[in-house]
């Protein structure tokens, strides 16, 4: 842990619920925090997500994550306990064993992770998430008030978040929202076209989603123009990031699989 800057206060405040560290083992992590990692204390082992706690996204998001846990199990691994001091704020889980699920063409876990997201689907909206409105993509829409619902969403659709193994588990709720029930059924789409799969064959995927087969064309089509304007803005601004590229390039095909706008500035 002394090679891992700063952190000798998180241990300091994860000590009440941990007891002594005993190692960190430090996994990949995305942009919602500033460390992940499995952590062996005197009283046993946890997967932990720190963030500083300063002002902003990274805070809110790992708040988030600890108010919407309890409603979200066990379709999420369980927070046991949080942390929080004036340097550091972090949430402990329970230790899932699994794989990470595999999106291509033909694969056998495409009908678990169909499954997964209708269990998902078909949590109803807690109170805790009444104001939580997504509008993430609404700059990147004329109408975003197609985006709009009353289904909880879990929005973070990705092959790493979807761990299989004796049961199957959505992890890393980063930011829940409130919103039109197919846009998680939505973002797989996309998932699955970045993954190899024609537009066509993922449409087909997430047509096993009520929230799907529900929804109106005119949402569908709004958010797949959303989200090509968005990622190709992404894209442009950032281009030494390849998962951006790619992001874009899926988008932009589902785009004009529904013949909406794929580049076109708005």
């Given at each position: 842990?002394?090679?891992?800057?700063?952190?000798?206060?998180?241990?300091?405040?994860?000590?009440?619920?941990?007891?002594?560290?005993?190692?960190?083992?430090?996994?990949?992590?995305?942009?919602?925090?500033?460390?992940?990692?499995?952590?062996?204390?005197?009283?046993?082992?946890?997967?932990?997500?720190?963030?500083?706690?300063?002002?902003?996204?990274?805070?809110?998001?790992?708040?988030?994550?600890?108010?919407?846990?309890?409603?979200?199990?066990?379709?999420?691994?369980?927070?046991?306990?949080?942390?929080?001091?004036?340097?550091?704020?972090?949430?402990?889980?329970?230790?899932?064993?699994g794989r990470h699920a595999d999106l291509t063409a033909?694969?056998?876990?495409?009908?678990?992770?169909?499954?997964?997201?209708?269990?998902?689907?078909?949590?109803?909206?807690?109170?805790?998430?009444?104001?939580?409105?997504?509008?993430?993509?609404?700059?990147?829409?004329?109408?975003?008030?197609?985006?709009?619902?009353?289904?909880l969403l879990y929005t973070d659709i990705h092959w790493?978040?979807?761990?299989?193994?004796?049961?199957?588990?959505?992890?890393?709720?980063?930011?829940?929202?409130?919103?039109?029930?197919?846009?998680?059924?939505?973002?797989?789409?996309?998932?699955?076209?970045?993954?190899?799969?024609?537009?066509?064959?993922?449409?087909?995927?997430?047509?096993?989603?009520?929230?799907?087969?529900?929804?109106?064309?005119?949402?569908?089509?709004?958010?797949?123009?959303?989200?090509?304007?968005?990622?190709?803005?992404?894209?442009?601004?950032?281009?030494?990031?390849?998962?951006?590229?790619?992001?874009?390039?899926?988008?932009?095909?589902?785009?004009?699989?529904?013949?909406?706008?794929?580049?076109?500035?708005?």
């Open positions: 842990m002394s090679d891992l800057p700063g952190l000798a206060g998180l241990a300091e405040a994860m000590y009440p619920h941990i007891g002594a560290l005993v190692a960190v083992e430090p996994t990949e992590h995305g942009f919602s925090s500033d460390l992940t990692a499995f952590v062996t204390g005197e009283k046993g082992v946890w997967f932990v997500k720190a963030v500083r706690n300063r002002p902003g996204g990274r805070r809110d998001s790992l708040i988030r994550e600890g108010l919407i846990n309890s409603w979200v199990h066990p379709i999420s691994p369980a927070v046991q306990w949080q942390a929080e001091d004036p340097e550091w704020i972090a949430l402990g889980f329970e230790i899932v064993r033909g694969s056998d876990d495409l009908p678990t992770v169909v499954e997964v997201l209708n269990r998902i689907g078909g949590l109803p909206l807690p109170e805790v998430a009444v104001d939580w409105h997504e509008t993430r993509w609404d700059r990147y829409t004329d109408r975003p008030e197609l985006l709009r619902g009353d289904a790493s978040n979807i761990i299989i193994g004796e049961r199957t588990w959505a992890v890393d709720w980063a930011w829940p929202t409130r919103g039109a029930a197919v846009i998680d059924p939505a973002l797989l789409v996309i998932q699955l076209i970045a993954a190899g799969h024609s537009p066509e064959q993922a449409e087909e995927w997430a047509s096993g989603c009520p929230a799907w087969k529900d929804a109106d064309s005119e949402v569908i089509d709004a958010f797949a123009a959303a989200n090509a304007f968005m990622y190709r803005t992404l894209a442009d601004r950032r281009p030494d990031e390849p998962w951006l590229s790619a992001m874009a390039t899926a988008t932009r095909t589902w785009a004009h699989h529904r013949a909406v706008p794929g580049d076109e500035a708005r």
